[in-house]
């Protein structure tokens, strides 16, 4: 199979860089810009984003913050209020007692802090490595690689890796990206795939970047 080739790396992300000022940006990085980047309202977002469309997210995150912002007040809302605020978001009662668990355990073992390590942040419950990496990058400023379903399409359809799993494309990536674009790489590629490189029927037509892309698995017709 052709390989992307990785000099051609430079110029594909400074294009997606221009296009992606034109959209709205993805809910969790819309959250770090608006708080700061505060770690733990950027962990929740993340947690209440996974397997939720942005628009359902953000309506859901508006509804939460404004009754609680910080891991001690949160703890003080029941399950069901919980449940209630973030309403209709993807598994929602699951999300709801994780972040019940999340808040104990930041006040328990972690003074009430978001941890800013990988391994820590894994220890969360609910926390996989996509939010772990991601609450890296925006609530710390941190390198890692975040890798959800729209990197891990974008990356493989590109040509630049061949894998399987999100995870197995977060550790091709940790071995051939430079590190200098590891932390924007997730909303430049998010952004793009939730409006050009989608899923199904990508705009290709429309894509700034097709004469870079090997389009691997995409209709050629399309």
């Known amino acids: 199979m052709k390989r992307f080739k990785i000099e ?15 959209y709205r940006l993805p809910i969790v990085s819309f959250v770090a810009n608006y708080s700061q980047n505060d770690p733990f309202l950027v962990l929740i977002s993340c947690i209440l984003s996974l397997r939720t469309q942005d628009k359902t997210t953000t309506r859901a995150t508006e509804r939460l913050f404004r009754l609680a912002t910080k891991p001690q007040n949160m703890l003080r809302l029941s399950t069901e209020i919980i449940e209630k605020a973030i309403y209709p ?27 800013s390590t990988l391994e820590k942040l894994l220890s969360l419950r609910g926390v996989g490595r996509k939010t772990a990496n991601l609450v890296l990058t925006e ?9 959800d379903t729209h990197v891990h399409r974008i990356s493989n359809r590109l040509g630049l890796v061949k894998t399987r799993t ?15 674009y590891w932390k924007e790489y997730n909303y430049i590629l998010v952004t793009y795939g939730q409006n050009i490189c989608k899923p199904i029927r990508p705009l290709c037509s429309r894509c700034k970047i097709y004469q870079y892309c090997l389009r691997v698995g995409v209709d050629k017709n399309n």
């Open 8 to 22: 051609d790396l430079s110029p594909t992300l400074r294009i997606l860089r221009r296009e992606t000022r034109k």
């Open 166 to 180: 999100p995870e197995q494309t977060e550790f091709a990536l940790r071995e051939i990206l430079p590190k200098r």
């Open 89 to 115: 978001v993807g598994f929602y009662r699951t999300k709801a007692r994780n972040i019940k668990a999340i808040c104990h355990t930041l006040i328990e073992i972690f003074k009430g802090r978001v941890p």
């Open 139 to 147: 609530g710390f400023n941190k390198l890692g690689i975040c890798v």
